[in-house]
């Protein structure tokens, strides 16, 4: 197999490297930024589950843990009295990430500041704007169909209320976005390393061929007792067992570094970064550990793909010799160490919820540092909370229905009467709901159903790429459907569906053939329907932008956006 063969079979195609493949997702995330942030402030109290999220982000920020308010707290928060902070400290049950991100614009901007409480979502949700028209561009090697993924993602009605709200699931969403990003990254990177080793070591290629023709004999040689008396000369000098022994070992190390597995390919970056990015995940909410675990098999299945596509006889060995511990090692130690550092403000101040337990409480724990054994005891009963949260509530929902925003939740409403704030007719409504945009979610299913066949039928790693990042975000939510959960949780899926579409809209999109110079009807006739879709997933975020910011409406007007009985 010559080199420019073996590359061919590893490579991708060449990704857009001119300044639009920069220029357009660094536009669409300032255009994105700049719709985020006006009227940012409003409305100016606390909304939703803000209540305990922008406070625990100041207490944060101010003593390195979260502390107990008392009772009715935040119309004296709001209006910036923080002294009523009291000194006992609070029980909650996600980590600290995400509220250190919302306590930093607290600092900045001051605690009776809204614009502050959610500056940090706001900054985050522009960012996520262009790393997904960064991604759509890698996995596409088109900077329309990217840029396309871009513009759907900053019109996505989920996406734009949560960049908006100072909750956490924005930058759970973020980070594993950013995981996943590098993990296509890594990758391009680690093929094109493995190309260049196996150009770079011909011998790795002549081996290969040698040992197809000579394992037969190796084999034989190590059921009787190893390798040849005259190059062993334990056969001469060691009982039958030992010269058994050691033609054991000697076949575990020709297995282990056979030529046959190819070529290692060393430190992996990108798959180091990933590693990072998914332990940030997890220091929001517990829910990354999902998209680490996914993604982690995700990257061996491509390092399989790889070696297969090499010429590799045995991929899944070779995987497991040259590529699954480093796998392992770049993911989750690097994990759990960058979760664990989340919690540094927790662990150097001894005030914080369960600080103290191991002190008072001796057991087999007590070998382990205080705050080590103190954090997992913590985090026991967090994960009793969690699996045994069943109060109702009227916005729980479903997640069966979560993939076309069958129930989706108000985070504000308002009633307004005729002569008040600025109402002038019967009844007026100021509303925030957190909706997908219907065109985006509405194509949602009937996308996923293409990326399954694409993947079944074709292989295409792209489709399986984005189903993964799907099963991370939405499937393990499937098992705990008797619990309080809610649908605005797929902001953390919304950059995947975005991706769904955006493959579709690329099959549609075609491409151009090698004679420019007559116009192709078909082709132009598709690319204008990909356009259609487009400009009605704007059109749809212009309609709905009221209910996104809540804007005051009459109140005919909201019930007219209300297109589905459970959406109310």
Request: glycine share 10%; with cysteine.
């Amino acid at each position: 197999m010559s080199f420019s063969t073996l590359e061919s079979r590893l490579l991708p195609l060449r990704s857009p490297r001119g300044p639009l493949a920069w220029l357009i997702p660094a536009l669409l995330a300032v255009l994105g930024g700049v719709m985020r942030f006006i009227r940012l402030d409003f409305p100016n109290r606390l909304v939703f589950d803000e209540t305990y999220y922008v406070k625990d982000a100041y207490s944060l920020t101010r003593f390195g843990y979260e502390k107990d308010w008392p009772d009715e707290p935040n119309p004296a928060f709001e209006s910036g009295d923080t002294s009523i902070i009291l000194d006992s400290p609070s029980y909650v049950v996600h980590p600290p990430l995400g509220k250190w991100i919302l306590g930093a614009g607290i600092e900045l901007f001051g605690a009776d500041s809204s614009f502050g409480w959610r500056f940090g979502a706001a900054l985050v949700g522009a960012l996520s704007i262009f790393l997904l028209a960064r991604i759509a561009i890698l996995l596409f090697s088109s900077v329309w169909i990217g840029s396309i993924a871009g513009l759907l993602l900053a019109v996505d009605g989920e996406h734009f209320v949560h960049s908006r709200t100072g909750l956490l699931d924005i930058f759970l969403m973020f980070f594993i976005l950013l995981g996943f990003g590098c993990l296509v990254r890594d990758r391009a990177w680690a093929r094109r390393r493995l190309a260049e080793r196996m150009k770079d070591h011909p011998a790795v290629l002549a081996a290969h061929r040698r040992q197809s023709s000579t394992g037969s004999a190796d084999r034989a040689d190590a059921r009787h007792g190893g390798t040849p008396a005259a190059t062993d000369p334990l056969h001469l000098l060691s009982p039958r067992k030992l010269r058994g022994l050691a033609g054991q070992l000697a076949a575990a190390r020709r297995w282990l570094v056979s030529a046959q597995h190819g070529p290692g390919l060393g430190w992996r970056p990108w798959r180091l970064a990933a590693g990072v990015s998914l332990g940030l995940a997890m220091g929001v909410k517990w829910s990354g550990l999902y998209a680490l675990a996914v993604f982690g098999i995700l990257t061996v299945l491509w390092d399989v793909a790889a070696r297969r596509q090499a010429g590799i006889a045995r991929p899944w060995r070779a995987v497991l010799v040259k590529d699954a511990v480093p796998a392992f090692l770049s993911l989750v130690p690097v994990a759990f160490v960058v979760y664990v550092l989340c919690w540094l403000g927790w662990i150097l101040n001894p005030g914080g919820w369960d600080r103290e337990w191991a002190a008072d409480n001796e057991g087999w724990w007590s070998f382990l540092p205080d705050w080590l054994a103190g954090l997992g005891h913590y985090h026991y009963t967090a994960y009793t909370f969690h699996v045994g949260l069943d109060s109702e509530h009227p916005y729980m929902s479903n997640p069966w229905g979560w993939i076309v925003q069958w129930r989706p939740t108000s985070f504000f409403y308002e009633s307004v009467e005729n002569g008040q704030a600025g109402c002038t007719v019967e009844k007026c409504s100021q509303a925030i709901t957190s909706l997908g945009n219907p065109v985006i979610w509405g194509l949602a299913p009937v996308a996923i159903i293409i990326l399954l066949g694409a993947w079944l039928l074709r292989r295409d790693w792209r489709a399986g790429g984005i189903l993964a990042g799907l099963a991370a975000t939405w499937g393990p939510w499937f098992f705990y459907q008797d619990r309080t959960i809610f649908t605005f949780y797929t902001i953390v899926m919304a950059p995947f569906v975005v991706l769904a579409v955006a493959y579709c809209l690329g099959l549609l999109w075609g491409e151009t053939s090698g004679d420019r110079s007559r116009p192709d009807g078909r082709l132009l006739g598709r690319r204008l329907a990909v356009a259609g879709i487009v400009a009605a997933a704007i059109l749809a975020f212009a309609w709905f932008y009221p209910i996104y910011t809540g804007q005051l409406i009459p109140h005919d007007a909201w019930r007219a956006r209300m297109w589905n009985p459970t959406w109310v």
